[in-house]
């Protein structure tokens, strides 16, 4: 069992930036990756970025937060970041912590921090 506490949602302006913490506990050696997902209302949930736990930190990104976001992990805290700058409206949403894990890569997530974004 892997356990995610997520931290860092909040509500910025317009151009903002914020940072989303992931800290996970449990089988932590199991874990092959992790990434955050977000679902506004009304909309299915959706990748924002990954990062691999067990190679050299392969990093993906969706399109709309490429240039605006990073996301890096720290091992030694078993904790994953995602780093927002340059916040939209659009960017408002529940933001989700996965982590994959095991053999066979069974996702666990955390309980989800709200980012609002006004305009």
């Known amino acids: 069992q892997v356990q995610l506490v997520e931290s860092g949602g909040g509500l910025v302006q317009t151009g903002g930036s914020l940072r989303l913490s992931c800290a996970a506990s449990g089988s932590i050696y199991s874990i092959n990756s992790m990434g955050w997902y977000r679902q506004a209302p009304g909309a299915q949930r959706e990748l924002v970025a990954r990062?691999?736990?067990?190679?050299?930190?392969?990093?993906n990104y969706a399109d709309p937060v490429k240039g605006r976001f990073t996301i890096s992990r720290d091992n030694a805290k078993n904790t994953i970041y995602l780093q927002m700058n340059n916040l939209k409206p659009e960017d408002t949403a529940v933001y989700y912590c996965?982590?994959?894990?095991?053999?066979?890569?069974?996702?666990?997530w955390g309980q989800g921090t709200q980012v609002t974004v006004s305009s």
């Open positions: 996965k982590a994959n894990a095991g053999s066979r890569f069974l996702d666990y």
């Open positions: 990062i691999s736990l067990i190679s050299g930190g392969t990093t």
